[in-house]
């Protein structure tokens, strides 16, 4: 292939419909008799609905009625826990099914009316009274009775141990041991989780903004009981997830309930306020991290015990300490999770789960080491740097990581880092110099795709996965293109509808490296059909060749003996009076499935992506607000399919790390266990006036071993390690050393 | 949101006409509508006053006061020359505000109205004396970071958000005003109250009244002017603690002083306290150190507030430094 399109920095192919308002998501399909559902959250934390009196909202002109748990159809309780085949966030609460309140924001009736604003007035109309009863509202003071689960979300292991880690840290010359905490985050998304859903008959119609279209549309099925040939699940758009839109949540089937009830199209978007209760959060976290070295930086013990949290009505544990078991090589090792139950909303990924709060944990507890070691902290990690994954025994399928720390060094300056604390200062401000490790997993999945060659040039790809606004349409055309050697203005990648072949899910970074290939292998197959017709072809100059010579060039097939010989595609189909050639294509391979059954190469490496997160900050020396001044960031990832759309990836994930360090914080009312910092105005996430001057670079070594086209995902990585790299900096610039994110100004005020 | 009624006046006196109960005023909107949309303001009617243009202008009167009408919007003041010029400390503070999607659309009458941004208000599932006279007060146990430590009552700790009024409390301006008995105008001191034990009750405006301009004092000292605000994002984030100061500083003697906090104050606080400690002191570091104790004198923490007073009187310190010179 000539001229590869894959890894050039071209312009998003949907950039223009989005920015020009042409993009159609979830709750922006015109429908005939389109009705507007409102929902209505629960006030109190624990208890029982004891009245739900509707009669003044039914009353409004234009409300056509008020669903809850006393009109609702019943659901089937879903099975399966995968995200990937459809998860239900709250496996034991389905919506509106009882009087029961496990949380406050819990959805307890949707209002529906022929305009939005009706529905509105609706469901402010509608009275409801409580029987409340005593709710579990914190973690501190329930830690004591915390489970300690075996494993989590994918049946990851929560307790992992090597070595004797107690024994090595008792005996360790040089020892730290801090607690590090995290507050609940929430995703917030721009677009709020949103679903249109329309009866026709016994069929479904479901627009809904999902990570995982092909999920979606199962649980759908699963939970209103209907062949799933009945149900068409469709999101051309996702105005962002972060995790948010992994799970199900009670948006989508109570759109559904509520189309059936009234029996109109129905349209049910959650208001922001409601996205701080009925639509996922990270757990708050308690780290404790003990390190134990030798007096040359060795490691010889890390121990990292966490506390999260999550509902009474589903499990899902933040693990915190997954990237700890594998990121240095030390012998002894002990990674402990405990869980307590609270009545708050259930927690579910977000934005690299674990690894995003375990690694700030993790790498300001190697800051905190490296200085006490006296020693710098690029030298600390290089001299615990693990060749080979320690706690699986295996070696990495690709890792560069020494070749991240030294660019990113060079970068920021880091040589005229002075290694005294609050030593360095720029006019009044104080500076420091932070950096810390990122890492990732390397996720890949089956993935079936089709491709679709028409008689007048065009291709077209389809399968089921879905673009959450991270650039998946952008790179797969380009993967396309190259297959069929198109140029991709002839490319059109359908995705998002269940309709298509079963696609990856957006969950663990793994889209392109699993829907690529397959995206790949179905175009490549549609070329050997193409040779194939040809060499049997009297009229085709290939005609009476070894197919296996032929090869796509320049919109057609050709001779890779003799370039010149061969024809367009155009040429050959309309020759031979064919409209289209396709082709069905599944790569079932599975970093994450049982290791039978998967390739050599998958079972016996270990897959991760690598970075080092380089932080310049200005400290006022009085007022303590940080401004971040430069942010350097090296990424191992694999091969770069898109310089813009990786660029934009990473980026987005370091000022979600930078939100999390600085100001991002979920509080519940102390006495009620109700958000009270629930909208954008009190949830702070970073705005453009807070973004320093970005340096992003790749290592870009494709991994040959991952997949043919040597990517691996990179929706995730950017995020971990930055929070530690800014606490790092903070800690550099100020001799102050704040556990608590986010750090905000008075915790570093005297 | 409730339904309601548009009116679209075209006159002051047909606008004030309107103005019975239940209704509402909205100019910019940008703080009346969002409340609207949570069911905390519910009129039966709003009088839409952006039609009345004699509202919309700047105009510098003879003897040096400015003039300024309601209805000029916070970005066409900010960037005003002559208030940029002899104002500094009220552009710098309505261009800390909001942003500028906000700017363009707030009201400088609307601004000086503007409601608390106590979480707790905001929420109508949870008690509040502002809202539901009588119904308690959450914040004063529960998350209280964003509320004030100057001008509480038992009753509510809710903070005054606004950046402008925290310069115009420094200027002190005629406010003027225009209801169904008439015409007339107060201090900008009179216009907001303390919440004591009715803290629904946030001014002094009388049934049907409108805000109808504010007139600036020539007040020349004000070219030597600051506003600083502290907060936990650069942009589009309330003052944790912020501080307006004028001074009049002849020979390293401060001659006059005008000093207003904001983050801290249930209203927009001048300090006349601290300006009294300055008047004929020093210029300098020490002497500032004196007024930021004494502008928070009293001051009354709460749980997650507590850094607010330390914070206020280092911000106030910088500000003074920066007009006064050291800084």
Redesign the interface.
């Known amino acids: 292939m000539n001229n590869e399109i894959t890894g050039k920095p071209i312009d998003r192919v949907d950039g223009r419909l989005k920015i020009t308002g042409g993009a159609q998501y979830a709750a922006e399909f015109p429908m005939k008799d389109l009705a507007y559902g409102v929902a209505i959250t629960a006030?109190i934390a624990k208890g029982h609905i004891a009245s739900i009196d509707t009669r003044a909202a039914e009353k409004i002109p234009g409300v056509f009625g008020v669903l809850s748990y006393k009109n609702s159809m019943s659901l089937h309780f879903p099975q399966g826990g995968d995200p990937g085949s459809g998860k239900y966030a709250e496996k034991d609460l389905l919506p509106l099914q009882s009087d029961r309140i496990f949380y406050d924001g819990q959805m307890i009736a949707v209002a529906i009316a022929d305009t939005f604003?009706k529905a509105?007035?609706a469901a402010?109309l509608v009275a409801i009274t409580y029987e409340p009863e005593t709710a579990v509202l914190e973690i501190e003071p329930n830690a004591s009775n915390a489970r300690q689960p075996k494993t989590g979300l994918g049946n990851q292991p929560m307790q992992t141990k090597r070595g004797d880690a107690s024994t090595a840290l008792a005996n360790a010359p040089v020892t730290i041991d801090y607690t590090y905490t995290t507050p609940v985050y929430h995703h917030n998304a721009m677009e709020p989780h949103a679903t249109t859903a329309q009866w026709t008959g016994d069929e479904l119609l479901i627009y809904d903004s999902t990570q995982s279209v092909y999920g979606s549309h199962s649980l759908m099925a699963n939970m209103l009981g209907l062949e799933p040939e009945k149900v068409r699940l469709i999101a051309l758009y996702i105005g962002g997830g972060f995790g948010s839109k992994g799970f199900s949540w009670p948006n989508t089937v109570v759109a559904a309930m509520a189309s059936k009830l009234v029996g109109k199209p129905v349209q049910l978007a959650l208001a922001r306020?409601q996205m701080f209760t009925t639509a996922g959060r990270r757990s708050q976290t308690i780290q404790n991290v003990s390190l134990g070295a030798d007096r040359d930086g060795k490691l010889l013990s890390i121990r990292h015990a966490s506390i999260v949290e999550t509902s009474f009505v589903d499990e899902f544990i933040e693990p915190c300490g997954v990237a700890t078991t594998m990121l240095y090589a030390c012998p002894n090792l002990e990674v402990t999770h405990k869980v307590v139950n609270l009545n708050r909303g259930t927690p579910c990924p977000m934005r690299a789960p674990g690894e995003s709060v375990g690694t700030y944990a993790l790498e300001a507890a190697m800051d905190e080491l490296a200085v006490k070691l006296q020693m710098d902290p690029i030298a600390l990690r290089l001299a615990n740097y693990a060749d080979e994954d320690p706690q699986k025994k295996k070696p990495f399928s690709s890792k560069n990581l020494r070749e991240c720390y030294e660019q990113g060094a060079a970068a920021i300056g880091w040589k005229d880092r002075n290694v005294q604390p609050a030593s360095m200062r720029q006019g009044r401000y104080l500076v420091g110099y932070g950096m810390a490790t990122a890492t990732y997993p390397a996720n890949r999945s089956a993935s079936t795709a089709r491709a679709i060659l028409f008689a007048d040039g065009r291709a077209e790809i389809e399968c089921c996965t879905q673009d959450i606004g991270t650039g998946t349409y952008t790179i797969m055309t380009q993967i396309a293109a190259d297959a069929l050697s198109l140029p991709i203005t002839k490319v059109k990648v359908k995705l998002g509808d269940s309709d298509f072949p079963k696609g990856a899910n957006s969950g663990g970074s793994q889209v392109s490296a699993s829907v690529g290939p397959a995206i790949r292998a179905a175009a490549i197959d549609v070329v050997g059909k193409l040779a194939k017709l040809a060499v049997q072809d009297t009229g085709s100059p290939l005609h009476g060749l070894d197919e296996k010579t032929i090869q796509a060039n320049n919109s057609g097939i050709y001779s890779s003996a003799e370039p010149q010989r061969g024809e367009s595609f155009q040429a050959l189909l309309s020759r031979l009076r064919l409209d289209r050639i396709d082709a069905l294509a599944t790569t079932n391979v599975s970093t994450r499935a049982p290791e039978a059954g998967q390739p050599e190469a998958i079972r016996n490496y270990s897959f991760h992506s690598w970075g080092a997160q380089f932080i310049r900050v200005l400290v006022d020396p009085?007022?303590y607000?940080v401004?971040i001044d430069k942010a350097v960031s090296v990424m191992d990832i694999g091969k770069v399919l898109n310089q813009k759309t990786a660029t934009n990836q990473i980026m987005g994930g370091m000022i979600f790390g930078i939100g999390m360090a600085?100001?991002e914080s979920s509080?519940y009312?102390?006495?009620?266990g109700?958000v009270?910092?629930?909208?954008l105005?009190?949830y702070?996430v970073?705005?453009?006036?807070?973004m320093p001057v970005f340096d992003i670079r790749f290592i870009d070594r494709p991994d040959v071993l991952i997949s043919p086209i040597g990517a691996r995902g990179i929706g995730e990585i950017g995020i971990t390690g930055t929070a530690a790299a800014v606490a790092n900096a903070i800690y550099h610039a100020t001799g102050k050393r704040v556990r608590d994110l986010p750090i905000?100004?008075?915790k570093l005020?005297d | 949101?409730?339904?309601f009624t548009l009116i679209r006046p075209e006159s002051p006196a047909a606008a004030i006409k309107n103005a019975t109960k239940g209704t509402k005023f909205i100019a910019g909107g940008t703080n009346l509508v969002d409340l609207m949309?949570l069911?905390i303001e519910t009129p039966t009617a709003l009088v839409d006053i952006n039609g009345l243009e004699a509202f919309n202008t700047i105009e510098t009167l003879p003897d040096g006061r400015i003039r300024v009408g309601a209805l000029v919007k916070n970005s066409a003041l900010a960037w005003h020359s002559e208030i940029a010029r002899r104002f500094p400390l009220l552009s710098q503070a309505l261009l800390s505000g909001a942003s500028p999607q906000l700017r363009n659309m707030a009201t400088t009458g609307g601004n000086m109205l503007q409601r608390t941004?106590c979480?707790?208000f905001?929420?109508p599932?949870?008690p509040c004396n502002k809202r539901v006279p009588g119904s308690g007060c959450?914040a004063i146990?529960?998350?209280n970071?964003?509320h004030a430590v100057l001008g509480t009552s038992e009753h509510c700790i809710a903070s005054h958000p606004s950046d402008m009024c925290v310069a115009l409390a420094a200027i002190d301006p005629r406010v003027m005003l225009h209801g169904p008995r008439g015409e007339r105008s107060i201090a900008f001191a009179e216009l907001h109250r303390l919440p004591g034990s009715t803290p629904h009750l946030e001014n002094t405006l009388l049934p049907g009244e409108l805000i109808t301009a504010i007139e600036l004092p020539s007040l020349p000292f004000a070219v030597h002017s600051h506003y600083l605000k502290?907060r936990?994002?650069?942009?589009?984030?309330f003052a944790?603690a912020s501080a307006a100061v004028a001074l009049d500083i002849q020979g390293g003697t401060i001659r006059a002083a005008r000093i207003a906090l904001g983050g801290v104050g249930t209203k927009p606080w001048r300090s006349k306290a601290a300006e009294k400690t300055l008047v004929g002191a020093a210029a300098g570091d020490a002497t500032y150190k004196i007024a930021a104790d004494a502008a928070l004198n009293g001051a009354i923490p709460h749980k997650h507030n507590a850094?607010k007073i330390?914070?206020a009187k280092?911000?106030l310190?910088?500000t003074l430094n920066i007009v006064g010179g050291n800084a």
Do not use: C, I, W
């Open positions: 006030t604003e509105e007035y402010s306020q009085d007022l607000t401004k600085l100001m509080v009312d102390p006495a009620r109700r009270v910092t629930r909208d105005a009190n702070l970073p705005v453009h006036a807070d905000s100004l008075e005020m | 949101m409730y339904p949309k069911d941004r979480y707790y905001y929420d599932a949870f959450p146990d529960g998350y970071r964003n502290v936990d994002r650069a942009s589009y984030e944790l850094f330390e914070l280092r911000t310190v910088r």
